[in-house]
Nanobody, 121 residues
Framework: QVQLVESGGGLVQAGGSLRLSCAASGRTWTTYAIAWFRQAPGKEREFVAV????????YYADSVKERFIISRDNAKRTGYLQMNSLKPEDTAVYYC??????????????WGQGTQVTVSS
């Protein structure tokens, strides 16, 4: 069983950067795709980005394309989300998830507890 713990959230000004980390435990880490989702107050959870188990495929939501970079280091059992040029509308709780390579949350069985990202204008 894989467990996920996010870190790296915080408060940043618009235009700034943050890097989120998703640390995993468990022997089957490398068989999962890793994705990031986010949920703002009063809104549904939305897809942000996904990286395949090998790291050779990535896919992004249009709203973050060209600004965010998803990656993973299987040796360190850690996934990353580098967020650049942050906007106030990026404010949300960010969750990492492990599962099948998809933009739909229904394909992810494992979720972290979430980390808050707040972008001030």
């Amino acid at each position: 069983q894989v467990q996920l713990v996010e870190s790296g959230g915080g408060l940043v000004q618009a235009g700034g950067s943050l890097r989120l980390s998703c640390a995993a435990s468990g022997r089957t880490w490398t068989t999962y795709a890793i994705a990031w989702f986010r949920q703002a107050p009063g809104k549904e959870r939305e897809f942000v980005a996904v990286v395949s188990w090998s790291g050779d495929r990535t896919y992004y939501a249009d709203s973050v394309k060209e600004r965010f970079i998803i990656s993973r280091d299987n040796a360190k059992r850690t996934g990353y989300l580098q967020m650049n040029s942050l906007k106030p509308e990026d404010t949300a709780v960010y969750y990492c998830a492990a599962g099948r390579y998809s933009s739909s949350p229904q394909f992810y069985d494992l979720w972290g507890q979430g980390t808050q990202v707040t972008v001030s204008s």
